[in-house]
């Protein structure tokens, strides 16, 4: 056993920082790597880990004083053979420190360097489209996205920040690298993200290059060096579904910056292993009063909260939602059962792979959709016999012609599904509180399988239209969707959807409804089947097509979607009706 001092490590360009919280005591038993205090500057804070297993023999410092580079923070009786290097400091997602040298992180001592390297600025250019990547974060790698502080629509200054990302040892905030409206977000909840990822797209009034500072909160890494490439072209990733019906970007509006210190709205202010400490024990922060310095959420916040909720004398949100709905327990509020965790391993060999980003964004809109629409599915039957050969002899005239537009059933579906929009217009609608929004235009979206997962992309007045010109355009979009590169535009805007798996095979299935909108049509595959003829006495056969139409209870009645399904089949079955 040796007693060994633990230093504050290189904390890059910051000169002096204050010890804002003490987060061990003489007597503890610290691990490697276990974060000691917690300093603040006026653009960061960290944790300082510790660099040795040991026993706490001595504090060194107090809340309040101030420390730098080398000052001695804790002696530790460790069993450590050799006095290893310091670790990083850990920052908490508080402000950016600002963009250290990367070199700085080479020393042993690693930790976040804070500090904003001056960056070129270009004159400034009318509004244009600029990428926000992720900056230069040291040696984090796949880094998740813990926490969304912008939306599509939002207005964003130099280096304000867009989210918040976590390793497991440390997390920060990633600042935006251009000032505008941000038009799309390319990130979610839970994706990974490393440096130079594509993450927003903002439409904006300059091109300067901004270097704004990562928000470090790392024990074990290096100072986050952010110098952003300006923006550039070549966006590849594919936008969200369609589910998500993103707000219009708004006019540019003067956002304060994040400022120093302040908390970010809806970011409480606590250090990543508060944070991860709540995570743990389900505690949801933004409800956790802060009683340490400016308002920071301590470990022993969470503990007596959790305390609190545990007496009853205290509810959390959701469960104070969950009664005011109907009684706790009662299932007013989705009181689920926790999700089943199984060590699958245990039964034999797995392989565990991330959801893709569409995959993540449509399964948390499909969810939302199921569990908060009343679903009811109609299905129904359509003679497409006489569509089907109109169907092939057109596409025949095409081939001769020498078309490349080939024609599909779902063309067809789509034309036939606007005129029962027309005979059935809550059909058209969507629901907005207690009152209903009737559409009088007719955008259609159809669900598109993609390599990495569904798509829905909107085809636009589809009510204007010809047969040939949706083809070519649902072709356009459907490749689109497959390449990844749908813009949030072509996803927008849908009325109802349509998801064809007839390609594909099956007889019917309860598709989805896409919120907001109201209904959807499942198309599964059509076949010849024996059908009755009442008029010959005899079953003939006939091409049909499967039609399951789903649709919103609270807005469509029973009765009201059979006839819907109804005339959509005497449609596709005498396409002539259309013209009535
Ligand atoms: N019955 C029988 N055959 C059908 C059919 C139907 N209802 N619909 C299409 N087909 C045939 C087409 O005629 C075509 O035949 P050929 O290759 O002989 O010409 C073949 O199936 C493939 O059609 P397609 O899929 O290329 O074209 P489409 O217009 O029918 O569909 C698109 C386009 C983008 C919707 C489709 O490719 C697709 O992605 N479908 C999957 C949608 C999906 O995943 N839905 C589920 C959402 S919920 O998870």
């Not at 992720?134 to 880094?143: A, C, R």
């Not at 927003?200 to 901004?210: F, H, N």
Request: some cysteine; glycine content about 8%.
């Amino acid at each position: 056993m040796a007693l060994v001092d633990i230093k504050v490590p290189d904390i890059g360009d910051f000169d002096e920082v204050g010890v804002i919280e003490l987060l061990v005591q003489p007597g503890d038993t610290v691990q490697a790597e276990q974060s000691l205090i917690t300093v603040e500057s006026d653009k960061a804070s960290m944790e300082i880990p510790s660099s040795h297993t040991g026993v706490v023999k001595e504090l060194k410092v107090q809340l309040g004083d101030k420390i730098k580079q080398g000052s001695v923070i804790v002696t530790l009786e460790s069993g450590d053979a050799e006095q290893s290097e310091p670790k990083q400091a850990q920052a908490p997602a508080e402000q950016a420190p600002a963009a250290p040298e990367k070199g700085a992180s080479a020393t042993p001592a690693q930790a976040p360097a804070p500090a904003p390297a001056p960056q070129p600025a270009a004159a400034p250019a009318a509004s244009e489209t600029l990428e926000v990547r992720v900056p230069d974060i040291g040696d984090f790698k796949d880094v998740a996205v813990i926490e969304m502080l912008v939306a599509v629509g939002d207005t964003v200054t130099l280096e304000q920040s867009l989210f918040t990302v976590e390793s497991d040892k440390a997390s920060m905030e990633i600042p935006s690298s251009a000032e505008g409206v941000i038009k799309e977000l390319r990130v979610a909840i839970g994706d990974k993200l490393n440096v130079g990822d594509l993450v927003a797209i903002v439409q904006g009034q300059t091109t300067r290059s901004a270097a704004p500072a990562a928000q470090v909160q790392s024990p074990a890494v290096s100072p986050p060096a952010v110098a952003q490439p300006p923006a550039q072209a070549a966006s590849q990733a594919a936008g969200a579904p369609a589910a998500a019906q993103t707000p219009a970007p708004q006019a540019a509006q003067p956002v304060p910056a994040h400022q120093p210190g302040t908390p970010t709205p809806g970011l409480p202010h606590a250090s990543p292993s508060v944070r991860k400490f709540a995570r743990e024990l389900g505690v949801p922060l933004a409800e956790v009063k802060g009683t340490g310095i400016k308002g920071r959420i301590t470990q022993e916040d969470v503990q007596s909260f959790t305390r609190s909720v545990m007496a009853g004398s205290l509810q959390t949100q959701a469960q104070a939602s969950g009664a005011a709905k109907g009684s706790a327990g009662a299932g007013g509020g989705l009181d689920l059962l926790p999700w089943p965790k199984v060590d699958f391993a245990k039964f034999g060999p797995v392989e565990r792979k991330e959801l893709s980003r569409i995959k993540k964004i449509s399964g948390a809109n499909l969810s939302r959709n199921w569990v908060m629409i009343p679903h009811v599915t109609n299905n129904d039957e359509a003679d497409i016999t006489a569509l089907e050969a109109f169907r092939v002899q057109t596409n025949q005239e095409g081939e001769k012609a020498k078309s490349p537009v080939k024609v599909t059933m779902l063309a067809f579906v789509i034309k036939a599904v606007v005129a029962a929009l027309k005979k059935f217009p809550e059909f058209n609608a969507s629901l907005d509180g207690d009152a209903l929004v009737f559409k009088q235009y007719y955008h259609i979206g159809f669900a598109a399988d993609t390599p990495n997962g569904l798509m829905v992309p909107v085809l636009k007045d589809a009510d204007q239209k010809g047969i040939l010109q949706i083809s070519q355009e649902m072709g356009e979009l459907a490749k689109k969707a497959r390449d990844g590169k749908l813009g949030m535009g072509d996803m927008q805007g849908g009325c109802f959807s349509i998801s064809s798996l007839g390609g594909i095979g099956g007889t019917h299935f309860t598709p989805i409804i896409n919120a907001p909108e109201v209904a959807i049509l499942g198309l599964s595959r059509s076949a010849m089947k024996p059908v009755w003829n009442e008029d010959k006495e005899k079953f003939v056969p006939r091409l049909v097509l499967p039609l399951s139409l789903s649709y919103d209870h609270r807005v469509i009645d029973g009765a009201a979607a059979a006839r819907f399904n109804a005339y959509l089949g005497q449609v596709l079955a005498d396409y002539r009706r259309i013209l009535l």
